[in-house]
């Protein structure tokens, strides 16, 4: 299988506020370097904030309102069939770790309820609707989600060898399980919110 050049970009990704001006190129054409790029469907931008991505995801979701349904029923599983998925698809990577960011997409869910409980008065709980909707917040799904994957790894049920991004516990405190590994310091934050990180500490933390 051979690239094709037009469609293959370069991003830099670097702390350095004036890197080193540097050109690839494929089949002798030289690739065009951008500061944000779409891989997989994940907008990755070269300082890695995941603003970009969430802003789109958010505004791409708020899709309910065009459907005609008046069963609350259908309209949960609505939610949770068109919605709910482009506001998680691939969250272990891209997780939000800032207050405005977690908010914009607790918003889209938040509207939600309010469209299938279709209520939207100005005193109304929309914290109850979701309740009685059996809603979970995003952002405890997104630990969730760590934690499965954490599952995964540990179990090789996925071929990522964890032995070399993590180190088991010798010996575990009784706060931790027997499955527990040692927790990963970080002197930056895109490191110290990323995957690894933040994983091993929900993972850590999990009832024996």
Known sequence: MEFNPSKCQVIHITRSKNPNPTQYTLHNCILESVSLAKCLGVDISSNLPWGTHINRISKKANTLGFLMIHSESLKSSAYKVIVR????????????????????????????????????GQTSSVTEMMQSLHWRRLDQRRIDNKRYLMYKLTHNLIAIPISDFLIPLVRPSRHYHQLSYRLITATTDYYKVSFFPRAVFHWNNLHP
Request: aromatic content about 14%.
């Open 85 to 120: 998925p482009q506001l998680e698809y691939c969250s272990t990577v891209w997780c939000p770790f800032t207050d405005s960011n977690i908010s914009k997409l607790e918003v889209v869910q938040r509207r939600a309820a309010r469209w299938v409980k279709h209520d939207y």
